[in-house]
C-alpha cells in the first residue's frame, strides 16, 4: 500500500520519537532539515501559550530552507498528543497545531475518533503508538493513518513484545504505514526494522545525546557512558511501565532493582509529574551505539552511512 501523504517521499526512513521535556524546535529543525521526521511533545512547550511560538519558528524556519534548498527539501515535523484523560490541555494543542496544520500528529496513551478527525480535516495524518496488536486494531477502527510499534526495549513508556512478534502481528492485518520503536540507534537496525516489515524506524534515545536536545549534561553523558545494562524497567514514575537510565534513579535515591509499582490510576502527564520526576531519565536499551554526544545532524549523517553501508552488505549477501 502507497504510504499516505507526507509519509511517502522521506529522505530516510526514520521519525524521530518526541521526547519528554527535551524536544524543542531546535531539535526538531535540525532533525528535519537533515531529511528525518522531527517530534515534539504538545506539553513540552509550556506555559501552554508557547507552542504557538514554537509552531510559528518550526514552520516559518522550514519554509525558509526550503525555498533555500528545493533540490533537498525538509522532512515534515511531527506533533505528540497524550489523549489520555488526564491531559488537559488536549482540546487548547489541538487548536494550535489546526492553525499550523501540523503534517503529522502522533497520538499516545489512548485512540479517539473526534482527535484523528480533526486532523484529517486540515490534511494531516496520524500515527499512534500502541504496545500489542490488540491496542493496534483499536487505533486503526478509530481511524488512525498508522501505528508505531514500541516494542520492548523502546525508551520511556515502551511494551515488552518481542519486535519480530509485534510487526509480525500487526503485518497479518494492517498494510498502512507502520514506524518500529525499541532499541535502534544505528543505520543497521534502520534496515532491520524495514527487513522485518516496518515502513519507518522510530528513534528517541540517540537523540538525546545531541547538541541541540533540551537534557542535562549529565543525561546526555550518562547515555554516552551506558550500556543496555543500566536501563531499568518501572511504572513507578508515571503509573505507565517504561525504561529509565539506573543512574538517575539511585540519584533520586531509589534502588533501581527495588522499585515498588505505582497505581496504573495514578497516570499523570502534567505539572506535577514533570516536577517531580523531572529528573529521572527515560532511556532505551539501545544505547551502547552511542559514544558521544554530537549535532544531530552528525548522528543523522552516521545514521544514513550506516544504512547505505547495510544495504550493500545485503545486496552482496543476496547476490553470493
Known amino acids: 500500500m502507497p504510504l499516505p501523504g507526507v509519509l511517502g517521499s522521506l529522505p530516510l526512513p526514520i521519525i524521530g520519537a518526541p521526547l519528554f521535556i527535551i524536544s524543542n524546535p531546535k531539535l526538531v529543525i535540525e532533525q528535519c532539515k537533515a531529511g528525518v521526521v522531527g517530534a515534539m511533545p504538545a506539553l513540552?512547550?509550556?506555559?501552554?501559550?508557547?507552542?504557538?511560538?514554537?509552531?510559528?519558528?518550526?514552520?516559518?524556519?522550514?519554509?525558509?530552507?526550503?525555498?533555500?534548498?528545493?533540490?533537498?527539501?525538509?522532512?515534515?515535523?511531527?506533533?505528540?498528543?497524550?489523549?489520555?484523560?488526564?491531559?488537559?490541555?488536549?482540546?487548547?494543542?489541538?487548536?494550535?497545531?489546526?492553525?499550523?496544520?501540523?503534517?503529522?500528529?502522533?497520538?499516545?496513551?489512548?485512540?479517539?475518533?473526534?482527535?484523528?478527525?480533526?486532523?484529517?480535516?486540515?490534511?494531516?495524518?496520524?500515527?499512534?503508538?500502541?504496545?500489542?496488536?490488540?491496542?493496534?486494531?483499536?487505533?486503526?477502527?478509530?481511524?488512525?493513518?498508522?501505528?508505531?510499534?514500541?516494542?520492548?526495549?523502546?525508551?520511556?513508556?515502551?511494551?515488552?513484545?518481542?519486535?519480530?512478534?509485534?510487526?509480525?502481528?500487526?503485518?497479518?492485518w494492517f498494510d498502512g504505514p507502520v514506524a518500529l520503536s525499541g532499541s535502534i540507534a544505528s543505520g543497521g537496525a534502520v534496515l532491520a526494522a524495514q527487513a522485518m516489515g516496518a515502513d519507518f524506524a522510530y528513534i528517541g534515545s540517540a537523540f538525546i545525546a545531541t547538541a541541540e536536545a533540551r537534557a542535562a549534561e549529565g543525561y546526555k553523558q550518562a547515555i554516552v557512558e551506558g550500556s543496555s545494562d543500566d536501563i531499568v524497567y518501572s511504572n513507578l514514575f508515571t503509573g505507565v511501565h517504561g525504561n529509565y537510565l539506573k543512574p538517575s534513579i539511585r540519584a533520586a535515591g531509589l534502588d533501581p532493582d527495588k522499585l515498588p509499582e505505582s497505581d496504573p490510576g495514578s497516570m499523570n502527564f502534567g505539572g506535577d509529574a514533570r516536577k517531580a520526576w523531572k529528573d529521572i531519565w527515560g532511556c532505551g536499551q539501545g544505547i551502547g551505539s552511542i559514544k558521544a554526544v554530537t549535532p544531530a545532524s552528525e548522528l543523522i549523517a552516521r545514521l544514513a552511512r550506516e544504512y547505505r553501508m547495510a544495504r550493500e552488505r545485503l545486496a552482496l549477501c543476496q547476490a553470493a
Open 44 to 172: 513540552n512547550a509550556r506555559p501552554a501559550e508557547q507552542l504557538d511560538d514554537w509552531l510559528a519558528e518550526i514552520t516559518e524556519t522550514l519554509a525558509a530552507y526550503n525555498t533555500s534548498h528545493p533540490d533537498r527539501p525538509a522532512a515534515p515535523f511531527a506533533v505528540n498528543q497524550i489523549v489520555h484523560k488526564s491531559n488537559d490541555r488536549l482540546d487548547h494543542d489541538m487548536q494550535v497545531c489546526a492553525k499550523y496544520k501540523v503534517p503529522i500528529i502522533i497520538t499516545s496513551l489512548g485512540a479517539r475518533i473526534d482527535v484523528n478527525d480533526a486532523v484529517h480535516a486540515w490534511g494531516g495524518v496520524v500515527m499512534h503508538d500502541i504496545i500489542n496488536n490488540f491496542f493496534a486494531k483499536k487505533a486503526i477502527e478509530k481511524g488512525a493513518d498508522g501505528l508505531i510499534a514500541v516494542a520492548a526495549g523502546a525508551g520511556g513508556h515502551a511494551g515488552v513484545k518481542s519486535p519480530f512478534a509485534l510487526i509480525q502481528e500487526i503485518r497479518e
